[in-house]
């Protein structure tokens, strides 16, 4: 089994619609993140979680929204999509000693028509 | 401000030639420096990291970069190419400002192609 699990892997949906991404891990890890790939733009932090009371924007937190239901389970929000929010998205996790992403979920693929 | 140039967006090497992707980095405070790399319809791998210990740090998968100050760079280098080291790789930098934010800064990617 993965050690970042991300769910759905694959979206198709339409402009106006809400959309949840879930995020799991078995890592044990108290740091979890979500960022957005886009091409010719690398990965963008989108908003971050030090534990399960702790949350914090990151660089393109508009039109976001997260919640860290535990310590193994961090969803984000698009409360009205837009086409382009329309990206590949990521969430990753780190132990307290580490200062950068350790672990990595294989992604989601998101279109927003 | 922190920032980070890939200087190539593809780099095409033959099969058991070395490899070479670069990148420049710009810090305000000591950074940290890391290379990640990423399969297709994969998340990201961690390869190697530099943290102010050696300058010249190993990775994984035969993987080096080699930390120089005077010049802000952190090139990525393997001496032998192998077909699945076809991947994108990302230079990504984290300095003292935002160390305690997990805030990471990423290159653009370089697009690695390795021919037979």
């Known amino acids: 089994d993965a050690d970042v699990t991300q769910t759905p892997r694959n979206r198709i949906t339409k402009t106006g619609k809400r959309i949840m991404l879930e995020c799991s891990q078995t890592?044990?890890?108290?740091?979890m993140y979500w960022y957005r790939q886009d091409p010719g733009l690398g990965l963008q932090l989108i908003y971050y979680?030090?534990?399960?009371?702790?949350?914090n924007k990151g660089e393109i937190s508009d039109g976001y929204s997260v919640s860290r239901q535990a310590q193994a389970k961090f969803s984000l929000s698009l409360e009205s999509a837009i086409p382009n929010q329309t990206a590949l998205y990521f969430c990753a996790t780190s132990d307290r000693a580490s200062n950068q992403p350790q672990h990595f979920g294989d992604g989601t693929r998101l279109s927003i028509l | 401000a922190q920032s980070v140039t890939q200087l190539d967006s593809h780099v095409s090497v033959s099969e058991g030639t070395p490899v070479l992707l670069r990148c420049n980095y710009s810090?305000?405070?000591?950074?940290?420096l890391f290379w990640y790399v990423q399969h297709p319809n994969k998340g990201l791998q961690l390869l190697l990291k530099?943290?102010?210990?050696?300058?010249l740090v190993k990775g994984i998968n035969g993987f080096e970069a080699e930390f120089k100050k005077s010049e802000t760079s952190f090139h990525l280098t393997k001496p032998s190419a192998h077909m699945s080291d076809a991947a994108e790789y990302f230079c990504v930098v984290s300095d003292l400002s935002s160390s305690n934010t997990g805030k990471l800064i990423f290159g653009q990617g370089t697009t690695l192609q390795v021919k037979p």
């Open positions: 530099y943290t102010s210990a050696a300058t």
């Open positions: 979680s030090f534990d399960v009371k702790d949350i």
């Open positions: 890592k044990g890890h108290d740091r």
């Open positions: 810090s305000s405070y000591s950074p940290s």
